[in-house]
């Protein structure tokens, strides 16, 4: 499965953003997608993901209120919403698919999000 993650760039604090991960020459319907964030010097945070069928979501409680995750398997894509967004969300945001929140196999290259203050 190879995913390719994109939407980011830069946007003023309080602002909004909406991340597409689409699965391209081979559908992903059937996988959990979630997606991750880095910033400099962090650990990988696990922001959210989303079941095969729309359902059984995550939300890190960092991003809990301000971001929803959706999918739409016809076009083998899937979304982040991102609202109220705070510079402390700046990371290169990653999405990644696999057959539970726990196990992620395939990762798509990150898209930058910058938040300024």
């Known amino acids: 499965v190879q995913l390719q993650a994109s939407g980011g760039g830069l946007v003023q604090a309080g602002g909004s953003l909406r991340l597409s991960c689409a699965s391209v020459?081979?559908?992903?319907?059937?996988?959990?997608v979630g997606w991750f964030r880095q910033a400099p010097g962090k650990e990988r945070e696990y922001v959210a993901g989303i079941g095969w069928s729309g359902g059984n979501l995550y939300y890190a409680d960092s991003v809990k209120g301000r971001f929803t995750v959706s999918r739409d398997n016809v076009k083998n894509t899937v979304y982040l919403q991102m609202n109220s967004l705070k510079p402390e969300d700046t990371a290169i945001h990653y999405c990644a698919a696999g057959t539970g929140h726990s196990t992620y196999m395939y990762w798509g290259q990150g898209t930058q999000v910058t938040v300024s203050s």
């Open positions: 020459g081979r559908t992903f319907s059937n996988y959990v």
